[in-house]
Each structure stands twice: as C-alpha cells, then as structure tokens.
C-alpha cells in the first residue's frame, strides 16, 4: 500500500480531485474518511457516481479508514485520502497514521472562521490542529489542483494571526 496524496477538502470528492488530483497522482483506490460522510446515503451515493469505475473508493468513518490503513487491507493500491476537517486528520495521526505530506485544498467558510485564501478559512481550532500536523514533521502543500504554486503554510498562520491580532 502507499498513500499517494493525502488531501484536506471541506468538498471532499468533485471535480478538482477526480480531474486535477486523480490523475497526477496515478491513485488506484479513494479513501473519503469522514464520519459525517459515513452515514449521509445520499452524499456517498453522490461520490460513487462521481468516481470512475476503475478507481476503488471506500467512505468510511476516520477510524475504520486508520485501522483499514494500519491493517494494510489495501496492499496493492496507490491510495488517496481525502479528509474534510483538520481535526479529522489530527485524530488519525493520534491513532497511529503517518504522513510526510498533507494536501490542504480547500475548508469552507462557515460562521466564526477567517479567509485567509480564496479556497481556505479557518479558526482558532483549525490554526491548533496544523500546529499539531507541522509538529509530526508533515510537510503541508497548500493548494487546489495540482498545477497551481504552493502557498506557505506558516504565512497563512501568520496572516490568520495578523488578521486577529496574534502572532504565530
């Protein structure tokens, strides 16, 4: 089994991930670890149509997909995992996973958070939980398909600090 892209997108699988991500990294199988995805049936409805026929996909709560991931169920898959909060991914690495790289694609507005880029908002919590994923050594790509510059994590935690009148 290998992880080839390891994504953050409040949408979770669309169209940026199945013509953008799929693609560039070659994944054979799609992993939505998600509990709110796990047990919505028309919301996983909607992504097994959206997904090509020869692509695995598994939508499972965040637990199942760490212990199917530990457990090495997928041995012959070039996997992506697609997450769609930062906490979810938080829960994973304290359950045991390891990424050297997490894709942070897009996290929708919602009440109480900051644009701090087009395609990301964020809160106090979310700035907790990419301290705690730069602190496993994971190196955090910022951006929404593959063609585009990366932006700097540590600037958008520092324009997220400006913006509220903290530092980083």
Avoid at 142 to 149: K, M, N
Wanted: net charge negative; aromatic share 6%.
């Amino acid at each position: 089994m290998s992880i080839v892209l390891t994504r953050i997108d409040s949408r979770l699988v669309h169209g940026q991930v199945l013509a953008g991500w799929l693609p560039f990294t070659n994944a054979t199988m799609i992993i939505v670890a998600d509990n709110i995805a796990a047990s919505n049936y028309f919301q996983k409805k909607v992504m097994e149509i959206a997904v090509p026929p020869e692509i695995i996909l598994k939508i499972e709560k965040v637990e199942d997909a760490v212990s199917d991931l530990q457990e090495n169920r997928y041995e012959d898959e070039k996997i992506m995992i697609i997450f769609s909060r930062l906490n979810d991914v938080v829960e994973a690495v304290r359950k045991g996973l390891v990424f050297s790289s997490i894709n942070l694609g897009n996290l929708n507005y919602t009440t109480g958070k900051r644009q701090v880029t087009p395609s990301i908002a964020l809160d106090d919590n979310d700035i907790a939980d990419l301290k705690t994923l730069l602190e496993t050594g994971a190196h955090i790509d910022v951006r929404t398909v593959p063609r585009d510059q990366p932006a700097r994590i540590e600037t958008i935690i520092t324009g997220y600090h400006k913006y509220c009148g903290r530092h980083f």
